[in-house]
Structure formats: C-alpha cells, structure tokens
C-alpha cells in the first residue's frame, strides 16, 4: 500500500471524522481519503490551518476584485481559475481528455458586484461539492488508471486528484496574503 506504515493493514484506513471527541472508528478508502482530503482543503478542519473558505470568509466583492500586487492575479481571479480546474478534474473523472485554454484557466472579471462575486462563490462551491462527491465513490481500482489526455504513466487519477488537493491550498494560501494587502 502507498506510504503506509505498520504490520497489520488491510488497505483501509481507521478515521475519526464525524466524530467531535475522536471516538470513531470508521473505514474509508482510498478515494474516501482523498475525498476527504479535498473536503478539509476547502470547506474545513485541514491540518494546516484555515481551508480556502475560511480565508475567502469576510471577503468583499471590492476585495475580491482589487489587485493589491502588480501583475498578480486577483482573489476574485484565483476563485475562478480553482473552480476552472475543480471542474477540468471532474471532467477528466468522467473519461474527458481535458486541457484549459488561457481564458478558461485564468476567467476574466467582467462584473465586479457584489451579486456577481456572491455567484462566483456559490458557483466553486458547487463544482467542489460535486467533485469530492465524485472522488467519495470512484473505486480505488480506477486511482492508478492515467488520465484520459495524458500520456505520462505518473499522470494517474492517484496523481492528479493529489494535486488538486494541493492546488488549492496553493492558492488559499495566496488568497490569504492578498486578503492582507
């Protein structure tokens, strides 16, 4: 099994999420974990420290939309491009080989209202949701298939479901100094 550590495993993993005080003993998968995983980053309890909404609480659509850093994208920006690639891994979950092009990578800010950024929020929250609940039920038999439009055989959904996870901390984590400036 990858990375674990011990004598006795049987490929599923002992967890106390769900359970305020620790008491749980419930069985996950691999997929489960890193639906979890995924879950944690955004809406909560990461290990790290603040998730991406955590640090997008409080956010103004004038905040959002300010560009504190020359050259740098936007809190509003980094939003969309996580919601871009949340929605290119679903996709490529469901057997599409998908490669965003610049505009659909980076969207542009073409209302800067508050309606608007209250919609761009709801709408990386919805793509999000959907993809950990697809990563809560793929089979772990699938995580070490390549990715439809990859060719690189580390290109795995193991691979690219990891990196999301770290991509969007990556970007809650410049989210959180931009909220600063």
Same mark, same amino acid.
């Given at each position: ?24 003993? +419930?069985?996950?998968?691999? =997929? $489960?974990?890193?639906?979890?995983? *995924? @879950? %944690?980053?955004? /809406? ?33 920006? +980094?939003?969309?491009?996580? =919601? $871009?690639?949340?929605?290119?891994? *679903? @996709? %490529?979950?469901? /057997? ?86």
């Amino acid at each position: 099994m990858r990375g674990v550590i011990g004598d006795a495993f049987d490929g599923k993993a002992i967890t106390t999420k769900g359970t305020k005080d620790h008491e749980g003993n +419930l069985e996950m998968s691999e =997929a $489960a974990r890193i639906a979890d995983q *995924l @879950r %944690r980053a955004f /809406g909560g309890e990461a290990w790290h420290g603040d998730s991406l909404f955590e640090i997008l609480d409080g956010v103004t659509a004038a905040q959002a939309a300010a560009r504190p850093i020359a050259r740098a994208h936007t809190i509003w920006e +980094l939003v969309l491009h996580i =919601a $871009a690639w949340d929605g290119a891994v *679903l @996709r %490529r979950l469901g /057997g599409v080989a998908v490669d965003l092009s610049d505009g659909e990578n980076f969207p542009a800010v073409t209302d800067a209202s508050a309606a608007a950024w209250h919609k761009a929020l709801a709408e990386v929250r919805r793509v999000h949701e959907k993809l950990v609940a697809a990563v809560g039920v793929l089979p772990d038999s699938r995580l070490d298939e390549i990715v439809p439009g990859k060719e690189e055989v580390h290109y795995t959904f193991y691979y690219m479901l990891h990196g999301v996870v770290q991509h969007e901390l990556y970007h809650a984590g410049q989210i959180a100094l931009l909220k600063k400036k």
